[in-house]
């Protein structure tokens, strides 16, 4: 269930959502003034129950660039409940330096849905890892070994791959996201090199790669020369397997996966298949593309002042009193209230501090200042988190066994995102504008992390939020159902995301 929205930076966004137990978030979109659109259940919203539609109204203001959207219920985006948003710019610097775009969305593809793997995650004694993968997909195609397959299966090992179609001597923007739910994607073209224009809608200077490594959440775009000899050429979008860890405890740890996913890049009057060479690397493994190729088009100063407000968090795993697998942050795993979240809480003038210890909050309330988060990673696996509502200024990174040092913070033109790896037993230091007013997630974009509990609500300013009104129909969600009591994660998953896979 995949859709493309392409619009103008000046439009509003009136996208109708409908049932079944729909909840979508627009990753990327600040939601200035509302808030409660941001789609994320007990923090902003309700889900949308059976047989109920909600239309999502927002604008965009002066955002423009690549992003996506997808489902925030539980892990009903792995299911294929997402889609990409492009917010195009009229005076984009780089608009006459290309003559035509492309969008490429990354993913992973699990045989089995969630309803299936996010129980046995949380099994009580799970000692796993993330779920194994069967194929990584390049918007939306991919081959699978069918040697493996199931006996009785329809399996295609020959499956069509995708095709770019370009023309000699004419120049190409590929809009790249990853949409999946675990693992970082490696994006190269062969023979053709990558310069990179733009990364999670903040214009960059540009800087010519060879290979594009692409975490969970984050996008970028790239012009790509069409200056090679006609001809077939791989697009490769690899699931980078030394990201991923596994044990033989992992789900689906015997997967038949070829981590090298495929398309083609097609000239004009070609005719012989692809017989191209990769690219050797020429980055770090697991790590976010390299700060000289992300410095902003224009310097970007306004982080460099007195903090207002400073916040420590820790993030681990632990096991709950039945040995369930949790995650954790400064040791609280997040628990969402789905039927009511905090954004009505806090319209209801109750306190941010008084809000339940699962909620995950830290509060922020200088209107116009700047707030620092330094977040220490307390386990092996690296994060990819990503911030809602908000840019972040990327003040350092911190690798395992690194002393934090404040001298070497980035202040004076960082990098600028809203998604960034946190590396295993490291440490990063952030910081954005307190200029937002709401109830914002910071998680690892996992999905299943996410789904262990890896969140932290940011309530910000919240002496603005408490005057606003949610509009009346967002409120009627919550009064539709009562989730809280009704529902278990086995229930939902086995049931509604089956009933939604068989659309796509």
Same mark, same amino acid.
Request: hydrophobic fraction near 35%; charge should be neutral; include cysteine.
């Given at each position: 269930?995949?859709?493309?929205?392409?619009?103008?930076?000046? *439009?509003?966004?009136?996208? /109708?959502?409908?049932?079944?137990?729909?909840?979508?978030?627009?990753?990327?979109?600040?939601?200035?003034?509302?808030?409660? !659109?941001?789609?994320?259940?007990?923090?902003?919203?309700?889900?949308?129950?059976?047989?109920?539609?909600?239309?999502?109204?927002?604008?965009?203001?002066?955002?423009?660039?690549?992003?996506?959207?997808?489902?925030?219920?539980?892990?009903?985006?792995?299911?294929?409940?997402?889609?990409?948003?492009?917010?195009?710019?009229?005076?984009?610097? !780089?608009?006459?330096?290309?003559?035509?775009? !492309?969008?490429?969305?990354?993913?992973?593809?699990?045989?089995?849905?969630?309803?299936?793997?996010?129980?046995?995650?949380?099994?009580?004694? !799970?000692?796993?890892?993330?779920?194994?993968?069967?194929?990584?997909?390049?918007?939306?195609?991919?081959?699978?070994?069918?040697?493996?397959?199931?006996?009785?299966?329809?399996?295609?090992?020959?499956?069509?791959?995708?095709?770019?179609?370009?023309?000699?001597?004419?120049?190409?923007?590929?809009?790249?996201?990853?949409?999946?739910?675990?693992?970082?994607?490696?994006?190269?073209?062969?023979?053709?090199?990558?310069?990179?224009?733009?990364?999670?809608?903040?214009?960059?200077?540009?800087?010519?790669?060879?290979?594009?490594?692409?975490?969970?959440?984050?996008?970028?775009?790239?012009?790509?020369?069409?200056?090679?000899?006609?001809?077939?050429?791989?697009?490769?979008?690899?699931?980078?397997?030394?990201?991923?860890?596994?044990?033989?405890?992992?789900?689906?740890?015997?997967?038949?996966?070829?981590?090298?996913?495929?398309?083609?890049?097609?000239?004009?009057?070609?005719?012989?298949?692809?017989?191209?060479?990769?690219?050797?690397?020429?980055?770090?493994?697991?790590?976010?593309?390299?700060?000289?190729?992300?410095?902003?088009?224009?310097?970007?100063?306004?982080? +460099?002042?007195?903090?207002?407000?400073?916040? *420590?968090?820790? /993030?681990?795993?632990?096991? +709950?009193?039945?040995?369930?697998?949790?995650?954790?942050?400064?040791?609280?795993?997040?628990?969402?209230?789905?039927?009511?979240?905090?954004? *009505?809480?806090?319209?209801?003038?109750?306190?941010?501090?008084?809000?339940?210890?699962?909620?995950?909050?830290?509060?922020?309330?200088?209107?116009?200042?700047?707030?620092?988060?330094?977040?220490?990673?307390?386990?092996?696996?690296?994060?990819?988190?990503?911030?809602?509502?908000?840019?972040?200024?990327?003040?350092?990174?911190?690798?395992?066994?690194?002393?934090?040092?404040?001298?070497?913070?980035?202040?004076?033109?960082?990098?600028?995102?809203?998604?960034?790896?946190?590396?295993?037993?490291?440490?990063?230091?952030?910081?954005? /504008?307190?200029?937002?007013?709401?109830?914002?997630?910071?998680?690892?974009?996992?999905?299943?992390?996410?789904?262990?509990?890896?969140?932290?609500?940011?309530?910000?300013?919240? +002496?603005?939020?408490?005057?606003?009104?949610?509009?009346?129909?967002?409120?009627?969600?919550?009064?539709?159902? +009562?989730?809280?009591?009704?529902?278990?994660?086995?229930?939902? *998953?086995?049931?509604?995301?089956?009933?939604?896979?068989?659309?796509?």
């Amino acid at each position: 269930m995949k859709f493309k929205i392409l619009m103008n930076h000046t *439009n509003l966004l009136k996208p /109708i959502i409908l049932n079944p137990l729909h909840i979508f978030h627009w990753h990327g979109m600040f939601q200035h003034g509302t808030n409660w !659109y941001d789609g994320v259940p007990g923090q902003t919203q309700c889900p949308i129950p059976n047989d109920v539609s909600l239309v999502y109204n927002f604008s965009t203001t002066d955002q423009h660039g690549t992003y996506w959207y997808h489902s925030h219920f539980f892990a009903q985006y792995v299911d294929g409940l997402r889609g990409s948003l492009v917010v195009h710019d009229p005076d984009d610097p !780089y608009l006459n330096q290309y003559d035509f775009e !492309y969008l490429v969305v990354l993913s992973d593809w699990h045989h089995n849905t969630t309803g299936v793997l996010l129980p046995l995650q949380d099994a009580p004694g !799970y000692s796993g890892l993330r779920p194994i993968p069967d194929s990584p997909l390049i918007s939306g195609l991919g081959r699978y070994n069918c040697t493996a397959a199931p006996p009785g299966s329809k399996c295609k090992s020959n499956q069509p791959l995708a095709v770019y179609n370009v023309k000699k001597n004419k120049k190409y923007r590929f809009r790249i996201i990853n949409s999946s739910a675990d693992g970082v994607f490696v994006f190269s073209i062969d023979q053709h090199k990558l310069k990179v224009i733009e990364a999670d809608g903040i214009y960059l200077k540009p800087t010519i790669i060879k290979k594009l490594p692409v975490a969970v959440g984050q996008r970028y775009s790239v012009i790509v020369d069409a200056n090679q000899p006609v001809g077939n050429y791989f697009i490769r979008g690899t699931l980078d397997k030394r990201c991923t860890p596994i044990n033989n405890a992992t789900i689906n740890f015997n997967s038949a996966i070829d981590w090298n996913g495929l398309g083609i890049l097609h000239y004009e009057g070609a005719i012989n298949k692809p017989n191209s060479k990769e690219f050797d690397d020429d980055f770090t493994p697991c790590r976010d593309l390299d700060k000289k190729h992300l410095n902003p088009i224009k310097p970007i100063t306004k982080y +460099d002042g007195h903090v207002t407000d400073f916040v *420590n968090i820790t /993030i681990t795993f632990g096991r +709950d009193k039945n040995q369930r697998l949790k995650a954790l942050i400064n040791n609280s795993s997040f628990v969402p209230q789905m039927n009511d979240p905090t954004v *009505n809480k806090i319209t209801r003038d109750i306190d941010a501090k008084d809000l339940p210890k699962e909620q995950n909050s830290v509060i922020f309330n200088h209107n116009g200042g700047i707030a620092e988060i330094y977040v220490k990673n307390n386990n092996g696996a690296d994060h990819p988190f990503h911030m809602h509502g908000h840019v972040f200024a990327i003040m350092y990174v911190g690798e395992k066994g690194e002393v934090h040092d404040k001298s070497k913070y980035n202040k004076r033109n960082p990098v600028v995102r809203d998604t960034l790896t946190i590396p295993g037993n490291g440490f990063v230091v952030i910081r954005f /504008i307190t200029d937002n007013p709401g109830v914002w997630a910071f998680h690892c974009h996992i999905e299943w992390h996410v789904e262990l509990g890896m969140v932290l609500g940011i309530i910000e300013l919240q +002496d603005t939020l408490k005057k606003e009104t949610i509009p009346e129909d967002v409120v009627a969600l919550c009064l539709e159902h +009562d989730l809280q009591k009704r529902t278990t994660r086995k229930m939902l *998953n086995s049931i509604v995301i089956n009933e939604i896979r068989s659309y796509d």
